[in-house]
T-cell receptor
């Protein structure tokens, strides 16, 4: 099976940088995804890393180290609208069509 | 494109009642999924389908059934509702399963179900 660990909560001020770490254990890793979910809303896709390194999409970046079974999501120039839950999710060879989600990190942005 | 649509948005059931949660996607995706999300928790996979006529169990399938007669529709059936099934249910779909390609899942707005 798979297990993922990420912090439960992070609080930061507008304009700050937040890093959300995700460590995982899988039997055959394919890739790591990140999803954002606003309160009461549906999850929406942010990024996917299959190879080591940093992927940048605007203010958000995602990093993967396969050798360390570790990734992170970096949120820069935080805005109030970034207050949401962020989930890491793993694709695994034993579950090729599926994602296994972490419990999520609630990010609260304060003025 | 409407994307992934779900009905109903909200529902209250009594213990032992049955209901079907509807899910439709118009993106011609082969892969569809049903998740439940309990308060403050991540998403747990209930059932998934890799194409019309093909379904399989996820992590938490007990108490649920699915069918996939068309590419577009993937209904979830609760036969004998129990309080433990109080949750938010999300349907999702995706196109690619290639390990190197992004397997982005597109989610519907969810159905909030309470069983009393």
């Amino acid at each position: 099976g798979q297990s993922l660990e990420q912090p439960s909560e992070v609080t930061a001020v507008e304009g700050a940088i937040v890093q959300i770490n995700c460590t995982y254990q899988t039997s055959g890793f394919y890739g790591l995804s990140w999803y954002q979910q606003h309160d009461g809303g549906a999850p929406t896709f942010l990024s996917y890393n299959a190879l080591d390194g940093l992927e940048e999409t605007g203010r958000f970046s995602s990093f993967l180290s396969r050798s360390d079974s570790y990734g992170y999501l970096l949120l820069q120039e935080l805005q109030m609208k970034d207050s949401a839950s962020y989930f890491c999710a793993v694709r695994d060879r034993s579950n090729d069509y599926k994602l296994s989600f972490g419990a999520g990190t609630t990010v609260t942005v304060r003025a | 494109n409407a994307g992934v649509t779900q009905t109903p948005k909200f529902r209250i059931l009594k213990i032992g009642q049955s209901m079907t949660l509807q899910c439709t996607q118009d993106m011609n995706h082969n892969y569809m999924y049903w998740y439940r999300q309990d308060p403050g928790m991540g998403l747990k996979l209930i059932y998934y389908s890799v194409g019309a006529g093909i379904t399989d169990k996820g992590e938490v399938p007990n108490g649920y059934n699915v069918s996939r007669s068309t590419t577009e529709d993937f209904p979830l059936r609760l036969e004998l509702a129990a309080p433990s099934q109080t949750s938010v249910y999300f349907c999702a779909s995706s196109y690619s399963t290639s390990s190197r390609l992004n397997n982005e899942q597109f989610f519907g707005p969810g159905t909030r179900l309470t069983v009393l």
